[in-house]
């Protein structure tokens, strides 16, 4: 069955610093990918998106590649703000059966002034 | 332009009481999808509904636990006789007609059940 794998947390940095979560899948055909985050107390927000192989997807600095050849979706931004602090989620929706979307565990990051 | 409205954002139950929890769609959404997230775990899919038809209940316990989308009016997840590992957040998604996996689903901000 489909599935996504997360880099394990928590991830502490400092502001300023460049940020890399790794998170990777299994499925059959070409899903769509996501990375959503989560706030404390609050609902998943979209972050971006991408829809297929080679698609950069790009939101607030973030960025993330939808590679075929290595299954990835790794998570990429240059320059952390104490405000990125939250729970970063990746997730696939497959374009066969329900499409509904699989989850990673979660990636909780802290940034420290 | 309101989003997926979930409601309410807190209940507490007792062991062996129903707990219902609501979900309101974006506008123009007909899809409909329920995910429960145990603490410091991701989100496990339960269930998929279109107005009056579940597609996918894949996800739900086989006990317990039900869903409906009527015609009219929200989305209810409801869960009879409750207990203590029913507690998590719930949390609501939801996506437009066409349903398209290319679609991002916008999510509510959940229901937090704490069994007692």
């Known amino acids: 069955g489909n599935s996504v794998t997360q880099m394990e947390g928590p991830v502490t940095l400092s502001e300023e610093a460049f940020l890399t979560i790794n998170c990777t899948y299994t499925a059959t055909g070409y899903p769509s990918l996501f990375w959503y985050v989560q706030y404390p107390g609050e609902g998943l927000q979209l972050l971006l998106k991408?829809?297929?192989?080679?698609d950069k997807g790009s939101n607030k600095g973030f960025e993330a590649t939808y590679r075929k050849e290595t299954t990835s979706f790794h998570l990429e931004k240059g320059s952390v703000q104490v405000s990125d602090s939250a729970v970063y989620f990746c997730?696939?929706?497959?374009?066969?059966?329900?499409?509904?979307?699989?989850f990673g565990q979660g990636t909780r990051l802290t940034i420290n002034p | 332009n309101a989003g997926v409205m979930q409601n309410p954002r807190h209940l507490v139950r007792r062991r062996g009481q129903e707990a219902r929890l609501r979900c309101s769609p974006m506008?123009?959404?007909?899809?409909v999808y329920w995910y429960r997230q145990l603490p410091e775990e991701g989100l496990k899919f339960m269930v998929y509904l279109q107005k009056e038809n579940i597609i996918d209940e894949s996800g739900m316990p086989k006990e317990r636990f039900s869903a409906e989308f009527p015609k009219e009016g929200p989305s209810i997840l409801r869960i009879q006789q409750v207990v203590r590992g029913d507690s998590a957040a719930y949390f609501c998604?939801?996506?437009?007609?066409?349903?398209?996996?290319?679609?991002?689903?916008?999510f509510g901000d959940g229901t937090r059940l704490s069994i007692l």
């Open positions: 997730a696939l929706r497959s374009i066969q059966g329900a499409q509904k979307l699989v």
């Open positions: 506008k123009g959404h007909s899809h």
């Open positions: 998604a939801s996506s437009p007609l066409t349903g398209a996996s290319h679609q991002p689903q916008h």
């Open positions: 991408a829809t297929k192989a080679d």
